[in-house]
């Protein structure tokens, strides 16, 4: 079992920056792909990428492509989520969620955080 807690979130303005934070507890992080999503007001919750177990590869939604970087650091338990270029429509409470192996659906993730707020401003 693993327990996720974000951080990091924030209010920015379009086209500046944050890096999210996902830490973990228990010794079988690194046994766990991450995945990160959102969540805007009256919508539904949406993929925004993921990392293997080991680091080595990633996958990004295309909204977030070339904007949006995930790495992690599974000697500190860690995933990050950097986000740069943030536009309006990134704002959402952000969500890091583990699953053995790297899904895009939310319903494949077994353990989830409690979210981060992230608010953009045009």
């Known amino acids: 079992q693993v327990q996720l807690v974000e951080s990091g979130g924030g209010l920015v303005q379009a086209g500046g920056s944050l890096r999210l934070s996902c830490a973990a507890s228990g010794r079988t992080f690194s046994s766990y792909s991450i995945g990160w999503f959102r969540q805007a007001p009256g919508k539904e919750r949406e993929f925004v990428g993921a990392i293997t177990r080991s680091g080595g590869s990633t996958y990004y939604a295309d909204s977030v492509k070339g904007r949006f970087t995930i790495s992690r650091d599974n000697a500190k338990n860690t995933v990050y989520l950097q986000m740069n270029s943030l536009k309006p429509e990134d704002t959402a409470v952000y969500y890091c969620?583990?699953?053995?192996?790297?899904?895009?659906?939310?319903?494949?993730?077994?353990?989830w955080g409690q979210g981060t707020q992230v608010t953009v401003s045009s």
């Open positions: 969620a583990a699953s053995l192996q790297l899904w895009t659906m939310t319903y494949k993730y077994d353990y």
